[in-house]
């Protein structure tokens, strides 16, 4: 005779064991890149399970300041101007009034 306890490992170990070959075959379908995505979450949720904080990501390229003077910036105001009403676009694009467009 099984206990509940017993029982109900059973069955997760059987639902376990039905998933590693359906994420094999998903794994093997999906492109390289989104292989490596994945592998990058699943070992996120490693860590996240084992208490321990993700590895920092390793720097590929170093991040440049560059600074200009208030009246570099100012000489720029104004060089670009879409015009339009960002309001009356996005109300007429969800309201299907596309002919509304500014």
């Known amino acids: 005779?099984?206990?509940r306890a017993s029982s109900i490992s059973g069955a997760?170990?059987?639902r376990t064991s039905a998933l590693k070959p359906e994420l094999l075959r998903l794994l093997n379908t999906l492109p390289r890149s989104k292989q490596t995505e994945l592998l990058d979450f699943?070992?996120?949720?490693?860590?996240?399970?084992a208490g321990t904080a993700p590895a920092p990501f390793p720097e590929t390229r170093q991040i440049e300041l560059r600074v200009a003077?208030?009246?570099t910036l100012l000489a720029l105001t104004g060089v670009v101007e879409l015009g339009g009403d960002a309001v009356a676009d996005t109300e007429a694009l969800y309201d299907g009034d596309n002919d509304g467009l500014h």
């Open 1 to 3: 005779m099984t206990t």
């Open 69 to 71: 003077s208030a009246s």
């Open 42 to 49: 699943a070992r996120f949720l490693h860590q996240q399970t």
């Open 12 to 14: 997760t170990a059987a």
